[in-house]
């Protein structure tokens, strides 16, 4: 069988998706199973796997979807928790005191809170603390959603303290045991394998914090306008106007915020490590940003923006949960209201930067039997879920609520969660089905792998402007950017030295392209987070958003394929410059994007006037 039609056919799981969730706006619980169906087929027909083989990734599946379910249930007991004390009212006019201006809320709550939390745990958990706060403070729950979303691609790379570069590209270049890396390496004066034969740990992990300095830079650049697509979209399709010129009207604190973060990010990204990027990025622009919002440092004049009342919303864009408005009798300070998410910061960072507390939690696993050398467990002590059902606990007595009031708080936080399963009970068995395909009587390499090759095969030296879309074909899949860098990360290498062995122009840049193409496969698996069906029904879970998967997506798309595309052409451009010059594909895709950028926030102000000029006729 070719290798084209390999490509297509491992493809079908995720063209199934595509055309019943986001063309025919079929819920997830109803395209997702078709899915799973599909990649059976495709798998015990074509691929040949066995029936055990397939109950095994099944089985796996089930297994990792249980562990997102405890996490949801964890974020979302949490979220009722607060609003059965009266903390959320709290917390809620605690934003207002820092402005009423929503544009400027979900710069705070999502792209620096949310980046603070995603650089401390990872794994979906800013969807599951950022999107219900922003919910708690008036937002739609589909607007929340999407915004919780959109941030889910500049910290990701650094995620759970580094584990998408440290695990993820790590395992996926063999650890020491793929002697092509190690060659490599060691021409760059990474002695991987020292004299002896012998895996040097400590070199590798400086190999590996090589390529995470690059990736840094390319997130540096790329996530200088996610703060602008997060206000733009969220007027654009929420806002009464239903118009991108009131978000881009505040590009000034959306760019100023954006480098708060991102330049403490590629600082520490490249003298630290992959470890705390993200984490103290995100807590160094927290700090910086709400300082600057408080003394309306480019804040911009006039009314401050909102929503329509909520009478007027369109009704797919509120979800199941209502947030109540409940005080506290006698009232609460600020500091007790947002203890419990210090809190659960404190103990994401304590119970993974504290080795021993690390190695306990992670030995509190429940493992399952192994099928056709599939193995599955639930590390239930290490799980975000487990921290947050913690605070919960906590807040119950540093708050002093009342017995009822907590219990209301688990009933309908089950119920939540019970909604949520129906979609990952399919999705991620699909997921692990797809990931576990090796191995068949057919003799094809597993299905990832087939679709890579493929898109190798008809993409040939365009490579780096399309290396991003398998890292972000991976996340989507496997809804993880350290699953698709562990999936990726060796073929991405071995594409680039393809490349260059087949193209003696290329010689005096030969050793720059492994490690860079490397750097944009961990940029794309961080860039398919915002679209991953995995997270899209987390997020929409803790907010009671089920059924509405596709419509996400949809509108989340284009933020992927802008962080797919422009560190692609960054990357086309730097690895032809010697063999192209400086005018080559990737140069001139950057120029016609910043010449549209600049021409669209330099018209801006004339089309606010109009828009307010419009208002004012109409009011």
């Not at 969730?21 to 819920?27: D, F, R």
């Not at 059965?84 to 709550?109: C, H, M």
């Not at 003394?295 to 797919?316: Q, R």
């Not at 962080?563 to 063999?579: D, E």
Request: charged share 10%; net charge positive.
């Amino acid at each position: 069988m070719s290798v084209g039609l390999q490509g297509l056919l491992a493809l079908l799981p995720i063209i199934v998706v595509a055309v019943f969730l986001v063309g025919m706006k079929w819920p997830a619980s109803k395209a997702m199973p078709l899915s799973y169906i599909t990649v059976v087929v495709v798998g015990y027909f074509i691929w040949g796997l066995s029936g055990a083989q397939i109950l095994g990734g099944t089985i796996k599946g089930l297994v990792v979807a249980g562990g997102l379910l405890y996490i949801i249930f964890g974020s979302i007991l949490l979220l009722n928790t607060l609003q059965e004390s009266g903390g959320l009212q709290q917390i809620r006019n605690g934003f207002t005191d820092i402005t009423k201006d929503r544009r400027i809320q979900v710069i705070i709550v999502a792209w620096l809170f949310g980046c603070f939390i995603e650089g401390a745990s990872g794994f979906g958990t800013p969807a599951a603390v950022a999107v219900p706060l922003m919910v708690g403070l008036g937002f739609p729950a589909l607007g929340a959603v999407v915004s919780g979303l959109i941030i889910q691609s500049t910290p990701v790379s650094f995620g759970a303290v580094g584990t998408p570069m440290r695990v993820g590209v790590g395992s996926g270049l063999g650890n020491g045991s793929e002697t092509i890396v190690n060659d490599f390496a060691a021409k760059l004066g990474f002695h991987i394998v020292d004299a002896a034969g012998q895996f040097n740990s400590l070199a590798y992990d400086h190999f590996i914090a090589f390529i995470a300095a690059k990736v840094a830079l390319l997130h540096f650049i790329a996530g200088a306008l996610i703060p602008l697509f997060l206000v733009a979209f969220l007027t654009k399709l929420f806002g009464k106007n239903k118009s991108f010129t009131e978000g881009l009207a505040v590009w000034p604190f959306a760019i100023f915020s954006a480098f708060a973060m991102t330049v403490p990010y590629v600082l520490v990204g490249t003298f630290i490590g992959p470890e705390f990027p993200s984490m103290i990025g995100g807590a160094v622009g927290l700090f910086i940003v709400i300082t600057a919002a408080k003394n309306k440092f480019l804040l911009p004049k006039g009314k401050p923006w909102d929503f329509e009342e909520k009478a007027k919303w369109e009704e797919s864009w509120t979800g199941s949960i209502e947030i109540k408005d409940i005080g506290k009798p006698g009232g609460m300070s600020g500091a007790m209201a947002w203890a419990p998410y210090g809190m659960i910061a404190a103990l994401l960072l304590f119970t993974r930067l504290t080795p021993p507390v690390t190695a306990f939690l992670k030995s509190l696993t429940i493992k399952f039997p192994a099928i056709a050398g599939i193995g599955s467990s639930f590390a239930f002590g290490y799980s975000p879920g487990s921290v947050f059902v913690v605070v919960s606990l906590l807040t119950f007595f540093l708050h002093g609520m009342k017995g009822d009031a907590y219990a209301r708080a688990w009933k309908t936080s089950a119920k939540t969660m019970i909604g949520a399963g129906t979609a990952l009970v399919f999705t991620v068995p699909m997921v692990q089905v797809f990931i576990n395909s090796g191995g068949g009587t057919a003799g094809f390499d597993k299905m990832p792998y087939a679709l890579a090759a493929a898109t190798y095969a008809i993409s040939g030296g365009l490579w780096p402007l399309l290396c991003t879309i398998i890292g972000g074909l991976g996340a989507f899949v496997a809804g993880s950017n350290t699953v698709s860098n562990m999936t990726f990360s060796l073929f991405q290498f071995k594409t680039a030295q393809l490349i260059v062995d087949g193209n003696p122009a290329l010689a005096a840049n030969a050793m720059q392209w492994p490690t860079w193409i490397v750097a944009l496969q961990a940029i794309g698996g961080a860039a398919g987070n915002t679209i991953c069906i995995h997270n899209i029904v987390a997020a929409s879970a803790v907010v009671g958003l089920l059924g509405k998967e596709g419509v996400v997506v949809r509108k989340t798309f284009m933020v992927f394929l802008y962080y797919c595309i422009i560190p692609g052409a960054i990357g086309y451009s730097y690895l032809y410059w010697n063999a192209k010059g400086f005018m080559n594909l990737g140069t001139g895709i950057l120029i016609v994007f910043l010449a549209a950028l600049t021409y669209l926030l330099s018209s801006n102000k004339s089309r606010l006037q109009d828009l307010s000029r419009s208002a004012g006729t109409h009011g």
